[in-house]
């Protein structure tokens, strides 16, 4: 089955550390999103990449990195300048950037920072 | 910039009851408009969308009208179901051009809690 995988469903790690967050798709799908989810507000998005080796900043970049070497991974990297990592993360794909393609979501990862 | 503004929940209904959830838009151009839904823990989830104005998008026994008179995208169902307990937004995606182009942009969220 299509579809978007992300990895672990859960991650703790301490103050101070890098984590990697992994997102995978086969959906063949070009742009691929990362989204933050505090609870009681809407997804905020942190970077966001229309095509291979292509990524551009979102509304909170800030404190995160990213890579897209393959056409189906976009990992995202919580580094140790995020002030309040702690939250829901949601990877998303797209068939295209441009155009009225719906956004498909992974089950998403909850990072608690200890 | 866009934006889109949901009413505040938590909406609590029994079942069957009638569910509208208040959505509004503030947007460049001509927005595609969408509705998703999340269950607990789980990622977000397609539940209906519109493209053009007076476009009714509907699944699942909901519906949503684009109003380009009121920028509004309520979300309606006429019975709700224990199932539908979760968390609903409304979102947008623009069409002018520029840096917010293909951006999906959400509203906060509403929580329905629909009891037996």
């Known amino acids: 089955d299509g579809g978007i995988t992300q990895s672990p469903k859960y991650l703790f790690r301490k103050e101070g550390q890098n984590v990697t967050l992994s997102c995978e798709q086969n959906?063949?799908?070009?742009?691929m999103y990362w989204y933050r989810q505090d609870p009681g507000q809407g997804l905020r998005l942190i970077y966001y990449?229309?095509?291979?080796?292509?990524?551009q900043k979102g509304d909170i970049a800030e404190g995160y990195s990213v890579s897209r070497e393959k056409k189906e991974s976009f990992p995202l990297t919580v580094t140790s300048a995020q002030k309040n990592p702690t939250a829901f993360y949601l990877c998303?794909?797209?068939?295209?950037?441009?155009?009225?393609?719906?956004?498909?979501f992974g089950p998403g990862t909850r990072l608690t920072v200890l | 910039g866009d934006s889109v503004t949901q009413m505040e929940g938590p909406v609590t209904l029994s079942e069957e009851a009638f569910l509208t959830i208040n959505c509004t838009y503030t947007?460049?151009?001509?927005?595609?408009l969408f509705w998703y839904v999340q269950y607990p823990g789980e990622g977000l989830q397609l539940l209906l969308k519109?493209?053009?104005?007076?476009d009714k998008g509907s699944n699942k026994g909901f519906e949503a009208t684009y109003r380009k008179e009121t920028t509004s995208f309520h979300l309606e169902k006429g019975s709700v179901q224990v199932s539908d307990s979760a968390v609903y937004f409304c979102?947008?995606?623009?069409?002018?051009?520029?840096?917010?182009?293909?951006?999906?942009?959400f509203g906060q969220g509403t929580i329905l809690t629909v009891h037996p």
């Open positions: 998303a794909s797209k068939k295209s950037f441009q155009g009225q393609h719906e956004q498909f």
């Open positions: 959906l063949n799908h070009d742009a």
């Open positions: 947007a460049t151009g001509y927005p595609s």
């Open positions: 990449s229309q095509i291979v080796n292509d990524f």
């Open positions: 979102a947008l995606t623009s069409n002018a051009g520029g840096t917010s182009y293909g951006k999906l942009t």
């Open positions: 519109a493209t053009k104005a007076d």
